[in-house]
């Protein structure tokens, strides 16, 4: 895959795992760069579940020197993902492991560690016309926020039941991971879906070539 595949709609955890991919020159990292961790930061905030209100307003002022750390926390917590992901799947592409990952554990430590940092509580918010809803108390450092709300949720996505929906795409050369919506699907994407069907005739054309 010499481009990155984004898999739609996906959760911010395996957004974040698939941020790193393997090219035809080595590896390519969408969060190797602060401008390319504040693209992604942007993104996948509205989509981050009960979020302090305050990370609403630090993101239209978020500058790329100011997400430089963050983007150093988010390539640490990716590789910790990608680990305790490709453990869960049984992962054996060569593809899959496409940078020094960590071990099981200290994987795991990393995880703890960051999701701990969001250190906020959740609150009844009910306004006087509006309808009540939870929102997360605490002011947290935007960039802190960000990391450790991927973090919270990637706790659950492993801890619970959606671990068992996570899968490794089989397609020829992709890195990525995703949730599976029913047992049947292979492949991260139809783009990588197309892929492998084709390597596939391919493959068969050549050993009839042969044979
Ligand atoms: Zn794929």
Redesign the pocket.
């Known amino acids: 895959?010499t481009r990155r595949?984004r898999?739609a709609g996906q959760e911010p955890p395996i957004d974040l795992m698939n941020t790193v991919w393997g090219s035809g020159k080595g590896i390519d990292d969408a969060l190797a760069t602060a401008d390319g961790a504040l693209e992604w930061i942007r993104e996948i905030v509205p989509r981050l579940e009960q979020r302090p209100r305050s990370l609403d307003h630090w993101l239209p002022c978020a500058s790329p020197l100011s997400v430089k750390e963050t983007a150093f926390d988010l390539r640490r917590l990716r590789d910790a993902l990608r680990r305790l992901a490709a453990d869960a799947t049984a992962d054996e592409r060569p593809a899959g492991v496409v940078s020094d990952l960590p071990g099981r554990q200290a994987a795991v430590n990393l995880l703890n560690n960051t999701a701990a940092r969001a250190a906020a509580s959740s609150a009844l918010v009910w306004p006087g016309a509006g309808v009540p809803r939870i929102a997360l108390q605490g002011d947290l450092p935007g960039g802190i926020a960000v990391s450790s709300l991927v973090a919270l949720q990637a706790v659950r996505l492993f801890g619970g039941e959606e671990r068992k929906r996570l899968r490794a795409?089989l397609?020829p050369s992709?890195a990525?991971y995703y949730l599976s919506g029913h047992g049947r699907r292979r492949?991260?994407?139809q783009a990588?879906g197309n892929r492998a069907r084709v390597a596939r005739f391919n493959n068969k054309q050549s050993s009839n070539v042969i044979g």
């Open positions: 895959m595949e898999v795409c397609a992709c990525n492949w991260c994407s990588c």
